[in-house]
T-cell receptor
Framework: NAGVTQTPKFQVLKTGQSMTLQCAQDMNHEYMSWYRQDPGMGLRLIHYSVGAGITDQGEVPNGYNVSRSTTEDFPLRLLSAAPSQTSVYFC????????????FGSGTRLTVV | EDKVVQSPLSLVVHEGDTVTLNCSYEVTNFRSLLWYKQEKKAPTFLFMLTSSGIEKKSGRLSSILDKKELFSILNITATQTGDSAIYLCAHIQGAQKLVFGQGTRLTINP
């Protein structure tokens, strides 16, 4: 049981480049979400999804796109990377009833130069 | 807008000490409060506290929720070096948004 799998673990981008952070879960969780973690600011919600085909914006959505074509996958796209997007990104998933909280992936450390 | 505030932001103690971490919240519609432990990578789930479950315990860790005063505490007794981590508190807002506090960095010295 892999849980929540994120790839890549590390990435360096140049300003203006685009890329996709991958997230996959094998627990048949309905809910999936993306967070970024910056020093002294905790985790902040970027986008979330309550099921396949349904996505919505979180607290800091600008510069990011998501889609949810299957229950298992929830990729995060950076459209045109900026240094302000340097951060650690976490994907999380949960059951609809959140009975066991949220399960987080191991994170992607992104640096934009 | 929902707000979660943790204190202290950083704490250093000796192995064997007991620590209390604080989490206060200002939310429009309380649902659940969650505690996570984050070591080097992903946050790992510790407890969920709800209106019907205001006290949780697991080994040396315990947590309570005070719905009247709008805060929660996480207690760790007989601390070990393996307890060194960032402890995160979060509120579930709306359908499934987690609103996190800044976290408390706990360091246990041998």
């Amino acid at each position: 049981n892999a849980g929540v799998t994120q790839t890549p673990k590390f990435q360096v981008l140049k300003t203006g480049q685009s890329m996709t952070l991958q997230c996959a879960q094998d627990m048949n969780h309905e809910y999936m979400s993306w967070y970024r973690q910056d020093p002294g600011m905790g985790l902040r919600l970027i986008h979330y999804s309550v099921g396949a085909g349904i996505t919505d914006q979180g607290e800091v959505p600008n510069g990011y796109n998501v889609s949810r074509s299957t229950t298992e996958d929830f990729p995060l796209r950076l459209l045109s990377a900026a240094p302000s997007q340097t951060s650690v990104y976490f994907c999380a998933s949960s059951r609809r009833d959140r009975a066991f909280g949220y399960t987080f992936g191991s994170g992607t450390r992104l640096t934009v130069v | 807008e929902d707000k979660v505030v943790q204190s202290p932001l950083s704490l250093v103690v000796h192995e064997g000490d007991t620590v209390t971490l604080n989490c206060s919240y200002e939310v429009t519609n309380f649902r659940s409060l969650l505690w996570y432990k984050q070591e080097k990578k992903a946050p790992t789930f510790l407890f969920m506290l709800t209106s019907s479950g205001i006290e949780k315990k697991s080994g040396r860790l315990s947590s309570i929720l005070d719905k009247k005063e709008l805060f929660s505490i996480l207690n760790i007794t007989a601390t070990q070096t393996g307890d060194s981590a960032i402890y995160l508190c979060a509120h579930i807002q709306g359908a499934q948004k987690l609103v996190f506090g800044q976290g408390t960095r706990l360091t246990i010295n041998p």
